[in-house]
């Protein structure tokens, strides 16, 4: 019993939070330009700075994990692989690249810097699985999103991979990432003026992060794509966590390095996916079927994971 309030006290708290976004909105306190404007403050702002304050004041040396970000990134990619090639029966009939970027695609900044926050009462090390699996997020979600709509043979657009990659470089969590790194690196002392500062902007990435996008979630049709929605739902929400969370476990990885990972294989499709097919040319309603279902489930299906963790002990 124990075990399973520690996996709910973990758990339902973030849920609640996207359940207040959600009511704010239907009471009219939030609307779609608040929501939009909510989304890119976090983006923009408030998560890079959590994530800057975070690096910037530890001990990067001993923090860096390089076996621990190699198997994010090669998880992440090896995900991307299996999206694709299950995708392959439907290709006829769906948008693969909405498939394959709804299948692997997890909000890992947001609700992973939720959870170990709430275990363990910081972020601990959740900045190392955001840089192994970020960038390489980014970078297929557009490779993925302009080869493979629906019906469509044409190859990638040069002039696209070239604006992807500067989108990358440019993408604000990565900004924050590198920037603390070389903060933590050089031992550049914070002014505690600066330091509080920065410190009160981070902590509202995580409220308004989860309020945000509970607000963008919306109902819609589905039926014509119901089938594709189910196996991308079962996908992130269990088969990758079922292949790669013992992998983890033998590489020796636990505590907020395994929650990281578990958020990472297995929290509910970003809604930003949804706001990044529709920007690419595809209609966007398996992306919004797939994170309606796993925002729905995984308040369930991440409380079973960290239970199971937790009865091993090793979290």
């Given at each position: 019993m124990s075990n399973l309030l520690f996996s709910l006290n973990a758990t339902i708290p973030i849920f609640l939070l996207m359940l207040a976004g959600?009511?704010?909105?239907?009471?009219?306190?939030?609307?779609?330009?608040f929501i939009t404007k909510m989304n890119k403050f976090v983006f923009v702002a408030a998560l890079p700075a959590l994530l800057f304050i975070d690096i910037s004041t530890a001990d990067f040396y001993n923090a860096w994990d390089t076996k621990y970000v190699l198997f994010c990134f090669s998880a992440t990619f090896i995900s991307v692989l299996i999206s694709f090639f299950v995708?392959?029966?439907?290709?006829?009939?769906?948008?693969?690249?909405?498939?394959?970027?709804?299948?692997?695609?997890?909000?890992?900044?947001?609700?992973?810097?939720?959870?170990?926050?709430n275990i363990y009462g910081n972020y601990g090390l959740a900045s190392l699985m955001i840089?192994?699996?970020?960038?390489?997020?980014?970078?297929?979600?557009v490779i993925v999103l302009a080869a493979f709509k629906a019906n469509q043979k044409n190859l990638l657009n040069v002039q696209l991979i070239k604006k992807?990659?500067?989108?990358?470089?440019?993408?604000?969590?990565?900004?924050?990432?590198?920037?603390?790194?070389?903060?933590?690196?050089?031992?550049?002392?914070?002014?505690?003026?600066?330091?509080?500062?920065i410190s009160s902007i981070a902590a509202l990435a995580t409220p308004l992060g989860l309020m945000a996008m509970g607000g963008a979630f919306k109902f819609q049709s589905v039926h014509n794509n119901i089938k594709p929605i189910i196996i991308c739902s079962i996908m992130k929400l269990f088969v990758f966590c079922i292949l790669f969370l013992p992998v983890a476990v033998y590489l020796g990885f636990t505590q907020s390095?395994?929650?990281?990972?578990?958020?990472?294989?297995?929290?509910?499709t970003t809604v930003s996916s949804y706001i990044m097919a529709r920007n690419m040319g595809h209609d966007g309603?398996?992306?919004?079927?797939?994170?309606?279902?796993?925002?729905?489930?995984?308040?369930?299906?991440?409380?079973?994971?960290?239970?199971?963790?937790?009865m091993f002990s090793l979290v």
């Open positions: 959600m009511i704010f909105r239907k009471i009219g306190l939030f609307d779609e330009n995708s392959l029966p439907f290709k006829n009939k769906i948008s693969q690249g909405e498939f394959i970027q709804a299948s692997y695609r997890s909000s890992a900044s947001i609700i992973g810097m939720a959870f170990i926050k840089i192994g699996t970020v960038p390489l997020y980014n970078v297929m979600a992807t990659v500067i989108n990358v470089l440019l993408n604000p969590i990565i900004l924050g990432i590198v920037f603390g790194i070389i903060w933590s690196l050089l031992k550049i002392p914070i002014p505690i003026i600066v330091h509080k500062t390095k395994l929650i990281a990972a578990l958020v990472m294989l297995g929290s509910a309603i398996l992306t919004a079927g797939t994170v309606m279902f796993t925002t729905i489930f995984s308040a369930f299906s991440l409380t079973f994971w960290l239970f199971i963790l937790k």
